[in-house]
């Protein structure tokens, strides 16, 4: 994972301050285990707190730069990877700074300036780690782009800053020091003009066109732009013409659902095969399903009435893909195909059904109806509707908790071949649920499902109690 850098101005450090400095140990920093714990950076911009100057080292750190207003900006000069102000240890909860001899507090003013300065690094740690999440910046190029921590009311929010737009790092001399006269470039929080933004996209920058592209696409109150799905579909276009992959996918998106262009599978089909060959992780997937479904209309024209409530159940997954908008025209198709497949007595039908009724897809959500259609599907002998349905009696959700009829439940569909159900009865084995505990059977169940499901988690699992004594 990349490791981002998190530009900080004066007004949002003095808001983190406020907000976490007082009680933060034990608000925010107890049991702090979060995708943040890699290591990262983040730049803060002061006026009145003292420089601080430590080299860092090791994991789980964060490591900071304390900048004042007389210190220089340049373009030229801005890697500062050997070097940071201090850091703070999220494993210890400890700061270590090394004080340069000329900025050593020298009378108690110096001394309080210095506390606030351990005060307020630990509290933007806190902001941040409370609020964001490590899929803003999984795809992160950290050598490009950082992230611009903003503030909307009391809400705070991180926007991808690239090119131009991406704050100047000081200049640092051989020692490591800050010198000369400048005047910081963070922005405060609701300052940016939308027109400069258009700027940057028209400029080529890509990072700016898809925040264009998204302020247009639903409206953004930040920018106070309106919802204009035309211009969004133009600047999708212009990302995807340069083989962004982000931008061949949305665009594919917006032909499924007719928004900002004329509806068109073909154009959706081709544009999400672009993404695919452009490296985008999530077209591969959803070219598949979608092939899929291809596929099965053939089948079905061909006569096959299985097929349909196979087709029903891709159906629903686009439908999740997609979400609102498109994502609501195949969770109509989805149903209706699964209510014809129930007609023909396909027992595979009834999950989709009871998927529809679980979560109110296409249909008014009805928790008894869906435990109905997995009740009848399980005694059809569906292995999918075996599995869901045990998962509700195993945590006793809407039905009495019973844990011998989930493991049954499991074991025949596991026995099916359905991934999901080996996983979970392996838990059944490990945790002793249902079943005396068996190690042995665990790991066996793991593994099988682990043959017919992609789960990185659970292999890490499987090598953990691999490694523990066979009692």
Not at 1 to 17: C, G, L, N, Q, R
Not at 158 to 177: A, C, E, M, N, Q
Not at 232 to 246: K, S, T, V
Not at 280 to 302: C, F, N, S, V
Request: contains cysteine.
């Amino acid at each position: 994972m990349a490791v981002p850098t998190f530009y900080v101005s004066e007004k949002i450090a003095e808001k983190a301050y406020h907000m976490y400095a007082e009680g933060y140990m034990e608000d925010y920093m107890t049991g702090f285990l979060s995708p943040l714990r890699e290591e990262f950076r983040c730049i803060i911009e002061s006026t009145d707190l003292p420089r601080l100057y430590c080299v860092a080292a090791g994991g789980n750190e964060f490591k900071f730069i304390v900048c004042n207003r007389t210190v220089p900006y340049s373009r030229e000069e801005e890697d500062l990877s050997e070097f940071c102000d201090g850091v703070f240890d999220l494993s210890s909860n400890m700061i270590n700074i090394n004080i340069s001899e000329e900025d050593e507090p020298k009378d108690q003013e110096g001394s309080d300036a210095l506390i606030k300065t351990v005060k307020t690094v630990m509290a933007v740690t806190c902001m941040i780690m409370n609020v964001c999440d490590a899929s803003l910046f999984v795809d992160l190029d950290s050598e490009k782009a950082g992230l611009l921590v903003i503030c909307r009311g009391d809400e705070v929010k991180f926007k991808v800053v690239s090119g131009s737009r991406r704050p100047k790092l000081p200049t640092v001399d051989g020692d490591g020091k800050f010198d000369g006269e400048g005047e910081t470039v963070l922005p405060d929080d609701e300052e940016e003009n939308f027109e400069e933004l258009l700027k940057e996209a028209e400029g080529g920058d890509e990072v700016a066109m898809e925040e264009a592209a998204l302020a247009y696409l639903n409206g953004d109150d930040y920018y106070e732009v309106e919802p204009d799905p035309e211009k969004a579909a133009y600047w999708f276009r212009r990302m995807a013409e340069l083989g962004n992959p982000a931008g061949c996918l949305n665009l594919g998106f917006l032909y499924v659902e007719g928004k900002g262009v004329e509806k068109s599978f073909e154009q959706a089909l081709y544009w999400m095969k672009k993404a695919e060959e452009c490296s985008d992780g999530y077209a591969p997937a959803l070219m598949a399903q979608i092939g899929k479904a291809d596929g099965l209309r053939k089948e079905i024209a061909a006569g096959d009435k299985a097929a349909k409530a196979e087709l029903a159940s891709v159906y629903m997954a686009l439908g999740n893909a997609f979400g609102d908008g498109a994502g609501e025209e195949f969770f109509r198709k989805s149903v209706a195909l699964a209510e014809e497949a129930e007609a023909d007595g396909t027992a595979a039908a009834h999950w989709v059904l009871a998927l529809a009724f679980e979560h109110g897809r296409s249909v008014d959500e009805d928790i008894e109806k869906a435990l109905e259609h997995y009740r009848r599907g399980a005694e059809l002998g569906d292995a999918s509707c075996r599995h869901s349905l045990g998962c509700f009696y195993m945590t006793g959700q809407n039905v009495p908790k019973d844990e011998k009829k989930a493991f049954e439940l499991f074991t025949k569909a596991a026995e099916q071949g359905n991934g999901l159900a080996m996983k979970s009865l392996g838990a059944c084995y490990l945790f002793a649920d249902g079943v005396d505990g068996d190690m042995n059977k665990a790991i066996y169940w793991f593994e099988k499902a682990l043959e017919v499901i992609n789960d990185p988690e659970l292999a890490l699992k499987v090598n953990s109690l691999k490694m523990l004594p066979n009692e």
